[in-house]
C-alpha cells in the first residue's frame, strides 16, 4: 500500500516543464482522481532507462510502495484492483471498452493529425539533450522531416477541429464523459489534448468552442492540475474563408437525442422536408 499516501510517478517533459505524454498525462490525472500525492521524478525523453534503474524504456511508470507498474493502462488496472475503496477510474467492464473505442477514435481524429501540425514545435520545445533522438526518432516514425510534416498546418487544424462533434455532442448532454463525474474516459481524452497544448504554437479550437466548458473544468481539477505554465493556449483558432466550420453551430440534428415527443415536436421538420412533395413537374 502507497507509503505516506505517495507514490512515485515518473514525468515525461519538456524544457517549459510542461509534461507531454498523452498517456503520462492521463495517467497523472488517474493517480490524483484516487485521491494520491505524487512524489515526481523529473526527466525527458532520453535517459529513461537509467533513470528508472533499468526497469523500462518507455514512460508512464510508477512505483508503489517498491513495487514497479508499467504502461498507462496497466496502471488504471492495477489502481483499480489494488485501491477498490478509493474512487473508481473503470467503474465497469463496459467502461472499459467505450473508453478503448473513444481513445481510438480521438487519436485518430485528433491526436494524431495535431502531432503532424506541432511536430518541429514538438522537438525545438524539446530538452536540449533529447533534439536528436526526438529528431530522430519521430522523422523515423513519419517518413519525412518534422519541418516538411509541419508545414501547411493552417490548412488542417480546421478540419481536426471539425472531426470532434462526436466529443462534442456527448458533451453537450452529459457534464462528464462519466457522467455526473469524471473518471478515466475524461482524462484519457484530456491526456491527448494537454499534449496538444505542450506544443501548440498557434490555437486548435475556436475561443467560443462547446468544448471549452469542460475542457477548462478539466484544467481546474485537482487544484488546477492541468494549468501548468508551460502549456499554450488552446481556443483562438480563426475560420478563415474556405475553411470548413470549425464546429456545428447547429447541435442537436443528429446523434442521440431526445427529439421525438409527439407530432408537434416533429412538424416544423416534417414540413421543411415533404414541402412540395406531390407537385406536378
Known amino acids: 500500500m502507497a507509503k505516506d499516501n505517495k507514490i512515485t510517478f515518473y514525468d515525461l517533459a519538456l524544457s517549459t516543464g510542461a509534461t507531454i505524454s498523452p498517456f503520462v498525462w492521463a495517467t497523472k490525472y488517474a493517480l490524483k ?138 458533451l453537450a448532454q452529459h457534464q462528464w464523459l462519466g457522467g455526473s463525474s469524471p473518471n478515466y474516459a475524461d482524462y484519457r481524452i484530456l491526456g491527448g489534448i494537454l499534449f496538444t497544448a505542450s506544443v501548440c504554437k498557434t490555437p486548435v479550437l475556436a475561443e467560443d468552442d462547446p468544448l471549452r466548458d469542460w475542457i477548462e473544468r478539466c484544467l481546474d481539477l485537482f487544484d488546477g492540475l492541468g494549468r501548468h505554465p508551460g502549456l499554450f493556449p488552446l481556443f483562438g483558432l480563426q475560420q478563415r474563408d474556405g475553411d470548413p466550420d470549425l464546429f456545428n453551430r447547429a447541435a442537436g440534428q443528429g446523434g442521440i437525442y431526445k427529439r421525438n415527443t409527439g407530432p408537434d415536436s416533429t412538424r416544423a421538420e416534417t414540413q421543411r422536408i415533404t414541402e412540395g412533395m406531390g407537385k406536378k413537374a
Not at 71 to 97: F, N
Not at 130 to 148: C, F, P
Open 33 to 170: 482522481h484516487k485521491g494520491f500525492d505524487l512524489d515526481v521524478v523529473p526527466g525527458g525523453f532520453t535517459g529513461i532507462l537509467e533513470r528508472t534503474g533499468g526497469k523500462t524504456e518507455r514512460l508512464p511508470a510508477i512505483v508503489d510502495d517498491g513495487k514497479w507498474v508499467l504502461d498507462s493502462w496497466g496502471i488504471i488496472e492495477y489502481l483499480d484492483e489494488t485501491y477498490p475503496d478509493r474512487p473508481a477510474l473503470i467503474p465497469q467492464e463496459s467502461v472499459a471498452a467505450t473508453v478503448k473505442a473513444l481513445d481510438h477514435w480521438f487519436w485518430n481524429a485528433a491526436v494524431g493529425p495535431w502531432m503532424f501540425c506541432f511536430c518541429q514545435d514538438y522537438r525545438d520545445l524539446s530538452l536540449p539533450q533529447d533534439h536528436e533522438y526526438v529528431t530522430h526518432s519521430r522523422e523515423k516514425m513519419l517518413g519525412r522531416k518534422l519541418e516538411d510534416v509541419q508545414a501547411g498546418r493552417e490548412d488542417r487544424l480546421p478540419g481536426i477541429s471539425k472531426a470532434l462533434e462526436p466529443l462534442r455532442a456527448s
